[in-house]
T-cell receptor
Framework: KNEVEQSPQNLTAQEGEFITINCSYS?????LHWLQQHPGGGIVSLFM?????KKHGRLIATINIQEKHSSLHITASHPRDSAVYIC?????????????WGAGTKLIIKP | KAGVTQTPRYLIKTRGQQVTLSCSPI?????VSWYQQTPGQGLQFLFE???????NKGNFPGRFSGRQFSNSRSEMNVSTLELGDSALYLC?????????????FGSGTRLTVV
């Protein structure tokens, strides 16, 4: 079993829909990252969380440390949101702060 | 300020050759990490350099090596290329140590081994 699990693996939705991508992890963490990767490879860091909730534009990320779970929400989704969304955690036991990666969720937003 | 720059963007090599990839971090960032991304394996950590020292290393064979220069630019070298080395190689820079600072990724170098 992977230490970081994302669901769903693939998600197709219509423009305007509310999107939720989930990330569960099994290790104690010091931080959790959400990243976005567009076709062609470029990766953009969206959020880094250690507790609570963060919001940036139409994106919202939440984390529940007790339940070892985080969600990424997209409101009023748009075709340009189509990308792979990756969750990565930093183990609290790793003093070198290396990341453990989820497999990613491929999101397609249809116009 | 300029982002993380990786060169070249695309590369085609034949088996047995060696290759060197370059990563220039954001100005002022001293940490550079390298990752390999393949369709079946996702992102796999290769190594991290900080102030010219390799601080951590993933589970890759010795054919994969790297270094960091005094200006924080980093290079990654793969010797005796194999078909399975075909992948997107990403580097990321980070401005400070500690758990609460994010990464900035480059656009990657797509390596194809034929």
């Amino acid at each position: 079993k992977n230490e970081v699990e994302q669901s769903p693996q693939n998600l197709t939705a219509q423009e305007g829909e509310f999107i939720t991508i989930n990330c569960s992890y099994s290790v104690g963490i010091s931080a959790l990252h959400w990243l976005q990767q567009h076709p062609g490879g470029g990766i953009v860091s969206l959020f880094m969380l250690s507790s609570g909730k963060k919001k940036h534009g139409r994106l919202i990320a939440t984390i529940n440390i007790q339940e070892k779970h985080s969600s990424l929400h997209i409101t009023a989704s748009h075709p340009r949101d189509s990308a792979v969304y990756i969750c990565a955690v930093r183990s609290e036991k790793d003093s070198n702060y290396q990341l453990i990666w989820g497999a990613g969720t491929k999101l397609i937003i249809k116009p | 300020k300029a982002g993380v720059t990786q060169t070249p963007r695309y590369l085609i090599k034949t088996r047995g050759q060696q290759v060197t990839l370059s990563c220039s971090p954001i100005s002022g960032h001293r940490s550079v990490s390298w990752y390999q991304q393949t369709p079946g394996q996702g992102l796999q950590f290769l190594f991290e350099y900080f102030s010219e020292t390799q601080r951590n290393k993933g589970n890759f064979p010795g054919r994969f090596s790297g270094r960091q220069f005094s200006n924080s630019r980093s290079e990654m070298n793969v010797s005796t290329l194999e078909l399975g080395d075909s992948a997107l190689y990403l580097c990321a820079s980070r401005g400070r140590t500690g758990p609460n600072y994010g990464y900035t990724f480059g656009s990657g170098t797509r390596l194809t081994v034929v």
